[in-house]
Structures are given as structure tokens and as C-alpha cells.
């Protein structure tokens, strides 16, 4: 059986990359291919760490090009979709193109190449919400003593309570891919994923309850 042919967006940032060095390390299964709109890696990781794409299996493309995506995704069957405005720090002006429109041209693309599943990498900030509610609140306080013996598990068949527009962002994305699954037939699968730091450790306390999920 040939190798998948998979593409990974964002293929130098921090998590992006971590996907991409470990498929990248079995080539009888994977065929490993990366975009992202910049030839140099996040600030979130450092250049020696960094695992460099082929120049042959490489795509320099904005998410905003839907030309250059189709390119980019055409053949593949597999795309990993990580690239994004990463924390929305920049304010609504970077979240849109690039977590909004961008992720729309991606599954947009691969909806005309025919490509066999997206797996999009969410957040777990699309649930920050309950957070702010018990009995979540009394754990994230460290109030030990009330803490009930039974807690509701968060899952994903939670309605999602995001609090600020990346978070909104990555709702929208987790939608679009409800919308592909439904309406065309797509896998779509969605992985709402923590806090992942280059050294593995918790920066704060607070930051324990996002880092292991």
C-alpha cells in the first residue's frame, strides 16, 4: 500500500512542526507535506529545533490565496489544517483572514480536490466558559474542600462557550467542519487542543488545567 500523501498548514509553528518531524518519521506510512506563508520558523520555537519541510514537498502560500491552496492540497489525502493566528493577539484584523477566511479556503479546496479528511486543529478555548461556573470554578480556585465528589465531564457535546474572538474563531471552524462532514460527505475530524509549550511545562499554575487535555 503506498504511503498517505498528508499536508500540514502551518507547518512551522510550534504544534504544526511537532506533527510534522514525527510523521515525517515513518515514510513507509506518510508522505509528508507542509505549507505556511513564511520560510522561517514560529518565534515559539527555536531554529535548532525546528524539523525543515523538503524544498520538493514545501508550499510558501498565504491562507488567504485560494488559488495557491488548491495547489497546495491538490493530490493529498490527508491535510493537517494547524496554521492560524495562534493566540489573536493581533485583534480581530489577523483573526479574520487567517482563522476565519482561511480556514474556509482550506476546506473549501480540499471539498474541490476531492481530499479524504481534515483533521482541524481547535482549541480548548472554545469551552473557556464553563470555567467561570461550578463546580470548574472551585478546582481552577484551588478551593479543595469544595470540591464535589462528582463532576460533569466536559464533552464534546457541550454547547460551546467561547470568551474572546479567537476562541470565536475556532467555534467557527469546529461549525465549518460539522458543515463539510454533513453536507458533503467529508471526515472532518476536530482536536481541541490545549496549551502546548516548547519545554512541556506549565509556565503558571492556572495554565495546568489547559496543558493536559
Partial sequence: MSPQKVLITGVYGLIGNIVYARLAENPDKYDVYGLTRRNL?????????????????????????????QQAVSGIDVVVHMAADASGAKGWQSILPNNVIGTYNVFEACRIAKVKRIIYASSIQVNNG????????????????????????????RVTRPLNL????????????????????MSCICLRIGWVVDDDRPPKPMSRSVLVQ
Fill in 166 to 185: 479567537y476562541a470565536c474563531s475556532k467555534a467557527w471552524g469546529e461549525a465549518l467542519a460539522h458543515t463539510y462532514s454533513a453536507s458533503y460527505g
Fill in 41 to 69: 520558523p514560529s518565534e515559539r520555537i527555536s531554529l535548532d529545533k525546528t524539523c525543515m519541510v523538503p524544498e520538493n514537498k514545501f508550499h510558501l502560500a498565504d491562507l488567504g490565496d485560494f488559488s495557491a491552496i
Fill in 130 to 157: 464553563y470555567r467561570t461556573e461550578e463546580p470548574y470554578s472551585v478546582i481552577l480556585d484551588g478551593r479543595i474542600k469544595d470540591i464535589p465528589e462528582k463532576i460533569p465531564l466536559m464533552t464534546s457535546d
